[in-house]
């Protein structure tokens, strides 16, 4: 099982160069990640997310500045995972920039829009300890760019900020904690995520991030389910050259309700609105300001199919 | 005998590689003293502009063979805004601070490519 796993990701690696002959691609958004699968579970997560953000903020205070009237994008991503064993899972995140939209604020007003394949991550989590309700896995993923290209719409070379990926290999590395109380019907997670990124043929590269979240899940009735997340992102400063950028990075905090509904035991949709409740900003940097997140989740019990 | 086999196919293996090296580097962008009569000259409005402000750069290409496209980047991450032998360049961040180096590529009907810079400092 597990050469058949290397195998496929291989073939999926070889395909991707291919398709960094003809098409465009760039970043990653990032997921929720969930502890390890059943052995041979088959797990789609497909999601939509739209980020918008107008306000520019100096450290932690708002700024005047309006070089941007705003900006937005939309992404649609996947993630497959696989239950190879009860502890060990593999995992391929996928996602795609529909449009990364940064309207200028001159005199005529300009759009400036990028869009195409984010980076990619695939990824092995083994859990550590898998004991009655408690959880502790821990995980280790490739993250790679569609084509190391950067997107160049009418001639023109668009800024990072409107680049779909990193256009740079990097890692990603993940904790991920979970107790249930299943009389209470409560379960607290704990996931960090590590993200390093390389540096790009442009000699660009984006900072590190470092995101820790907490759950609360409480099931509301056998087909509803509330979910508090409060997260934290912090980003190191970008690398331009050998030289970091003084005015790149920093770190927000995000409040963040959703509500489950599960339509049958192995499938449900989700509804996640993502709102910033504290900000700071190395320098005067345009700020998020809030998104939205659908997502879908099915379950397949691929042992039942033999 | 396999020894020998063997160093054949490295030596195959080293040629290919040594001669689709050198089709590549044919294929790279020669810069404009190098290109024969193809020239291509920038020139912009500003020598300096303020963070928020913009800058509009002239392409002048001479000496090409059939239509020319223009394709442009920039050393920070200001915006360059608009397309083809005229752009703008958009300080549009605060970190665009410093010198703003602009890169134009010239590509005629014939593939021949010349390479300019300009600078621009953003104050």
């Not at chain 1, 990075?249 to 989700?270: D, H």
């Not at chain 2, 002239?58 to 063979?65: K, L, Q, R, V």
Request: glycine share 6%.
């Amino acid at each position: 099982m597990c050469r058949l796993f290397f195998s496929c990701i291989f073939f999926v690696l070889i395909s991707l160069k291919s398709f960094s002959q003809c098409c465009t691609a760039n970043p990653v958004a990032g997921s929720v990640n969930i502890g390890v699968l059943t052995k041979n579970t088959f797990r789609t997560i497909s999601f939509y997310r739209y980020s918008y953000s107008d306000t520019y903020f100096n450290g932690s205070e708002k700024s005047n500045l309006n070089f941007l009237k705003y900006s937005y994008y939309n992404f649609a991503g996947t993630i497959l995972s696989y239950g190879i064993t009860n502890r060990l899972t593999a995992e391929m995140q996928l996602g795609y920039y529909i449009n990364r939209t940064e309207i200028f604020n001159t005199d005529p007003i300009y759009t400036q829009k990028g869009w195409g394949f984010s980076n990619s991550v695939a990824s092995l989590k083994y859990a550590f300890t898998k004991k009655g309700t408690f959880e502790l896995t821990g995980g280790l993923g490739f993250k790679f760019p569609f084509t190391q290209k950067q997107l160049t719409i009418d001639g023109v070379q668009l800024p990072q900020t409107a680049q779909p990926s990193t256009g740079a290999f990097g890692a990603v590395i993940q904790v991920f904690m979970q107790k249930s109380y299943l009389e209470k019907g409560l379960r607290f997670f704990l996931i960090h995520r590590t993200e390093i990124n390389g540096t790009n043929i442009i000699a660009y590269r984006t900072g590190n991030s470092y995101t820790t979240t907490f759950y609360i899940s409480k099931s509301i009735n056998y087909k509803w389910t509330g979910i508090v997340q409060i997260r934290n992102e912090n980003r190191a400063k970008d690398i331009r050259d050998d030289e970091k950028i003084p005015i790149s990075g920093g770190y927000e905090i995000f409040f963040s309700p959703q509500i489950n509904y599960s339509v049958t035991q192995k499938f449900n949709i989700s509804f996640l609105a993502d709102i910033p409740v504290y900000k700071y900003y190395n320098g005067t940097q345009l700020a998020s300001k809030y998104a939205i997140v659908v997502s879908l989740t099915k379950d397949f019990d691929l042992s039942k199919s033999k | 005998m396999k020894i020998k086999y063997l160093i054949r196919v490295i030596l195959l293996t080293v040629v290919i590689m040594v001669t689709s090296c050198k089709k590549k580097e044919n294929t790279q962008p020669i810069n404009s003293s190098s290109s024969g009569a193809f020239t291509l000259a920038l020139s912009s409005d500003k020598t300096s502009i303020n963070v928020g402000s913009q800058a509009v750069i002239t392409a002048t290409a001479s000496g090409a063979s059939g239509n020319v496209t223009y394709t442009w980047s920039v050393n920070t991450s200001s915006s360059i805004t608009g397309s083809g032998y005229k752009v703008n360049l958009y300080a549009s961040c605060p970190s665009c601070t410093g010198p703003n180096q602009v890169t134009c590529t010239a590509k005629d009907a014939n593939n021949n490519s010349v390479v300019t810079k300009i600078t621009i400092t953003v104050n």
